[in-house]
């Protein structure tokens, strides 16, 4: 199996991202240097009929110079936690890779515009599996499309992270990215995968919206969903490794 992330293609965005991040710090310091020069060098003296737009036009300056200088920090904040690769997803393609062959494909931390990030997605001519991809600890109740943690105390609360939610969304928009690239029979599936192993992660399910397993176990729970035969030809199947993985 091919398991390969986009870090390069990544790294270079983050470093793109900052050189934008430091040219836009220097225009927002610029602004404010020009409005604090217009306070100490008055240009048009007060009284003066046309004092009261230059005044603006220097706070302006400032309030302007301000927003720009920290909206740059932020880029520069967002260039350098850019992710270039999801270590849970490069666990589960480790062992994934131990149990399929030369014709799966996958794709770790998934980044393309109009579609977002995903965590990965295997591909092949069974089509696209798309994986949500944890590595909590603790027992966990999948209950049709929700999703339940149990406590100290041995009863089950609500979690507000719904990773069946989540996947189901990131199906959707995969799904319609793939139409908009003339790619509408490509068939798209979804499932939960926890890194963990019980009983640091453990798993009971009823009736789940979608499958969920361990990594470990995962070729095994979906032999009869994903892996039950081969519904793309090569052709399909490659156009759609190029796009995820330009």
């Given amino acids: 199996m091919q398991n390969v992330a986009p870090s390069r293609r990544l790294q270079q965005r983050s470093r ?4 934008a991040a430091f040219v836009a710090f220097l225009c927002g310091a610029g602004l404010l240097a020009l409005g604090l020069a217009l306070h100490f060098i008055n240009l048009v003296v007060p ?22 200088s920290v909206a740059s920090m932020l880029m ?11 270590a849970g ?19 770790r931390n998934i980044r393309r515009p109009g579609l977002g990030r995903l965590d990965a997605a295997l591909i092949s001519g069974h089509g696209v599996l798309l994986l949500k991809i944890s590595g909590r600890k603790g027992a966990f109740l999948n209950d049709g499309g929700h999703w339940l943690r149990r406590g ?7 979690l507000r992270w719904n990773p069946t939610r989540e996947a189901l969304r ?9 139409a908009d ?13 926890f890194t963990r192993d019980a009983p640091a992660a453990s798993l009971v399910q009823r009736k789940a919206a979608l499958p969920a397993a ?29 796009l995820l993985y330009p």
């Fill in 214 to 242: 361990h990594a470990t176990e995962l070729t095994e729970v979906l032999r009869d969903s994903y892996f039950a035969r081969s519904r793309l030809d090569q052709r399909a199947t490659q156009a759609v490794v190029d």
């Fill in 89 to 107: 997803a490069r666990q589960v393609g480790e062992i994934l890779a131990a149990r399929l062959d030369r014709r799966f494909v996958f794709i």
């Fill in 76 to 86: 520069a904040l967002r260039a350098v936690a850019w992710r270039t690769d999801h």
């Fill in 47 to 68: 009284y003066n009929r046309g004092f009261d737009a230059y005044d603006l036009a220097r706070k302006s300056l400032l309030l302007l110079g301000l927003i720009v």
């Fill in 170 to 178: 990131d199906a959707k928009r995969l799904k319609a990215f793939l």
């Fill in 16 to 19: 793109d991202l900052l050189l």
């Fill in 181 to 193: 690239q003339q790619l509408s029979q490509v068939p798209v599936y979804a499932a939960v995968v």
């Fill in 152 to 158: 100290r105390r041995g009863d089950w609360r609500i």
